[in-house]
């Protein structure tokens, strides 16, 4: 059974930086895509960026610049570092995963909030 697990949300005030973590579990694929999705109150779900396992990287444009992703394969454990944090980034922020040649996520966390004041 695939298990994610996001922890290291929290507040902060505009400026601030928060790293988020994504602990996997029983994941068993060696090719795959993950990433970050963030769901602010009253919108639709949007994805932040993602890491393919060949290492290849995309960001949202509303992040780039400001958000990096990273994965240590050895701790099986996907980042989130975010930098110069907005206000119109407060959401429950998932991580998902998803083998390679799936049309969808299929793996997601829980969420973990994060909240940027002005």
């Known amino acids: 059974q695939v298990q994610l697990e996001e922890s290291g949300g929290g507040s902060v005030q505009a400026g601030g930086s928060l790293k988020l973590s994504c602990a996997v579990s029983?994941?068993?694929?060696?090719?795959?895509?993950m990433g970050w999705f963030r769901q602010a109150p009253g919108k639709e779900r949007e994805g932040v960026t993602t890491?393919?396992?060949?290492?290849?990287?995309n960001y949202a444009e509303s992040v780039k610049g400001r958000f990096t992703i990273s994965e240590d394969n050895a701790k099986n454990s996907l980042y989130l570092e975010m930098n110069s944090l907005k206000p119109e980034d407060t959401a429950v922020y998932y991580c998902?995963?998803?083998?390679?040649?799936?049309?969808?996520?299929?793996?997601w966390g829980r969420g973990t909030q994060v909240t940027v004041s002005s």
């Open positions: 998902a995963k998803k083998p390679v040649g799936w049309a969808d996520f299929g793996y």
């Open positions: 029983g994941y068993r694929y060696s090719k795959y895509s």
């Open positions: 890491i393919e396992s060949n290492g290849s990287t």
